[in-house]
């Protein structure tokens, strides 16, 4: 079974903090995708990586970078935290290049910034 | 670009009654479609997908929906809930594509809750 381990269930931090949320996936998938889930917005998707040292912008990238120097780790980096990114978050990945490959979910971060 | 629409956000339903979650997509070119669920304080988990052939497709715990492209829709039905259905529900889709880069959309999702 595909495991996919997101760091920290809860997080707190003050604005203006630099945060790194941690995301490992143990069968060697080449994608994992960081989400955002909000309350009757879904899950919207912040950045992918499609291989070791690539990264590519989701929909929502603004205030966050992302790292992928090992392929089963992808870091997202909130810069400058703000109240506004106060939000569960999702890690996700998937087996190939092929977009019939389901997703693996990771069981979230809950992010709180004061 | 796609889109994925869930009209319910909210579907409370009686144990042992049937229940039927709408999702309808938009796309100017073939799509896979997925349904995922969420259980409290859990990340997603793939509940069925359709990818080609029948275009009625089950789960193992008794779901299924049935892909109408003329209506562009795949709703997710269950002739029967129990307690433990109780979840968040979302449909997601995505571009047929073999060359890596593509990306899910997500619809805003449904929460079932069952009512003993």
């Known amino acids: 079974d595909v495991k996919v381990t997101q760091s920290s269930r809860y997080l707190v931090k003050r604005t203006g903090e630099k945060v790194f949320l941690e995301c490992v996936q143990d069968?060697?998938?080449?994608?994992m995708f960081w989400y955002r889930q909000d309350p009757g917005l879904g899950l919207r998707l912040i950045y992918f990586?499609?291989?070791?040292?690539?990264?590519e912008k989701g929909d929502i990238p603004e205030g966050y970078s992302v790292s992928r120097e090992k392929k089963e780790r992808f870091s997202l980096i909130l810069e400058s935290a703000s109240t506004n990114q106060t939000s569960m978050y999702l890690c996700?990945?998937?087996?190939?290049?092929?977009?019939?490959?389901?997703?693996?979910f990771g069981d979230g971060t809950r992010l709180s910034i004061l | 670009a796609q889109s994925v629409t869930q009209l319910d956000s909210q579907v409370p339903v009686f144990e042992e009654a049937p229940v039927e979650l709408r999702c309808n997509y938009s796309?100017?070119?073939?799509?896979?479609l997925f349904w995922y669920v969420q259980y409290p304080n859990q990340g997603l988990q793939l509940l069925l997908k359709?990818?080609?052939?029948?275009?009625l497709v089950e789960s193992i715990n008794g779901f299924e929906a049935e892909f109408n492209k003329s209506q562009t829709s795949f709703h997710l039905r269950k002739p029967s809930v129990h307690i433990s259905d109780t979840a968040e529900y979302f449909c997601?889709?995505?571009?047929?594509?073999?060359?890596?880069?593509?990306?899910?959309?997500f619809g805003t999702g449904t929460r079932l809750t069952i009512i003993p």
């Open positions: 996700a990945s998937s087996l190939s290049e092929d977009s019939n490959q389901p997703q693996h």
């Open positions: 069968m060697d998938h080449e994608n």
């Open positions: 990586s499609y291989d070791v040292k690539m990264k």
């Open positions: 796309s100017s070119v073939s799509v896979y």
């Open positions: 359709y990818l080609s052939g029948s275009t």
């Open positions: 997601a889709v995505s571009k047929h594509q073999n060359f890596g880069n593509e990306k899910l959309t």
